[in-house]
């Protein structure tokens, strides 16, 4: 079991005292009707290539204009047409949500990026010399849980399980650690399960009520919740899925997403993730210096690089997400204050590629041709690695 959502890097803490930078005039295109309809087609090009049903789109930057727009169905069963409004789940993008809950601790001097794991969960491999920094950095050398062949069979046995964050954890730690903590950069949901259990632990509160009281409410969030069960508000896209037993494509709209839990559960939509864009890239919860250490963003790959739960590609800050039938991008130029978010209802790679980085890819071409949203492609030989939830 794979992780998909392997993005790369981070950027910038509470209200800043220094204004941001004035957008630049070559640092993004004029959303006129020519280029809008060069948009239009882009979008409906990479739908075609990697076979999405439905995605929407939201992109702006200050005196260039707004682009939104959504294409395809919702749900493919009655031809209901993809719109703007509707919830969709967003997969590793929850992983934003839980590092800022822990940094706005660090904040607080309740807990230190450098404090060890051991000191507030038991039994970590090496927990006492993985630094919460280490986790958040994706640095700590621990399995990943979704990539144990035992989970894989659990979860795609019964969809609709729920898993505990303890159950998740022993999956990852019946393996020996990769690598030794600080080695080498390894996207794990691992690293993200601990670090919500962390916040619990300080908080006193479950992880789901701290982020909305302390993240989701103050970033002005009214369509955003980290559920505890299967439940979906209504509207919602419907989500499509060859991550199943069998290999065939299931509607895994109703799926239980605990098992992402920390990691991946997360609920929003195409206007509350626009202004998450800006939120978590500028820092407006954090204080300047403790988003500063977010956004420092050892480089990963050529031209990305990923920080505090948060990554840089080519100068766009944020995170995308792909979990069984959904995956998003939520990213933020600073040079430019530009928000681009998108948002569709399958995670079946093209290629072993993501969709979500196709149309980032392709979006950004036009719009940011200096900013080009580019994650490095499997080599053409190698075939895909098992199927497996991904966050």
Do not use: C
Not at 96 to 112: I, M, N, Q, S
Not at 244 to 254: I, L, M, R
């Amino acid at each position: 079991m794979t992780d998909p959502a392997a993005p790369v890097a981070a950027f910038t803490g509470q209200p800043s005292p220094t204004p941001p930078p004035a957008p630049s005039d070559t640092e993004f295109a004029e959303l006129t009707p020519a280029v809008t309809a060069k948009l239009d087609a882009a979008v409906q090009r990479v739908m075609r290539q990697a076979n999405v049903p439905g995605v929407m789109v939201a992109l702006s930057a200050p005196g260039k204009g707004t682009y939104i727009r959504s294409f395809g169905v919702a749900d493919k069963a009655t031809g209901a047409p993809m719109n703007p409004g509707l919830y969709m789940r967003i997969g590793s993008e929850t992983k934003t949500f839980t590092v800022t809950a822990l940094l706005e601790l660090v904040d607080e001097d309740e807990v230190g990026l450098d404090d060890t794991i051991d000191k507030y969960v038991d039994g970590v491999p090496n927990g006492d010399k993985i630094t919460l920094r280490q986790l958040a950095g994706m640095r700590s050398g621990l399995f990943n849980y979704t990539a144990d062949e035992d989970f894989f069979d659990a979860f795609t046995s019964d969809p609709d399980q729920p898993f505990t964050p303890e159950q998740l954890l022993a999956y990852s730690f019946k393996h020996p650690v990769n690598f030794q903590p600080g080695e080498e950069f390894e996207y794990s949901n691992t690293n993200t399960i601990l670090l919500g259990l962390v916040v619990e632990k300080v908080s006193g509160m479950p992880l789901d009520e701290y982020i909305d009281e302390n993240v989701v409410q103050p970033a002005g969030l009214r369509h955003t919740l980290f559920p505890t069960d299967a439940a979906f508000p209504s509207p919602h896209a419907h989500g499509y899925t060859n991550q199943t037993a069998s290999g065939d494509v299931e509607d895994a709209t109703d799926w239980n997403p605990s098992w992402g839990w920390a990691a991946g559960a997360m609920i929003s939509n195409l206007q509350d993730m626009r202004t998450w864009a800006r939120v978590v890239a500028t820092g407006t919860l954090l204080s300047p210096e403790t988003q500063a250490e977010r956004l420092e963003a050892p480089q990963t790959v050529p031209g990305s690089g990923y920080g505090l739960g948060i990554f840089d590609v080519q100068g766009w800050i944020g995170h995308n997400g792909s979990l069984p039938g959904y995956e998003s991008l939520t990213v933020y130029l600073p040079e430019a204050q530009a928000t681009l978010v998108v948002l569709l209802n399958t995670d079946i790679l093209d290629e072993g590629v993501e969709p979500s980085t196709l149309f980032g890819e392709a979006i950004t071409r036009i719009v940011t041709p200096d900013h080009v949203f580019d994650l490095p492609r499997p080599p053409a030989s190698a075939s895909p690695t098992p199927a497996s939830p991904s966050s």
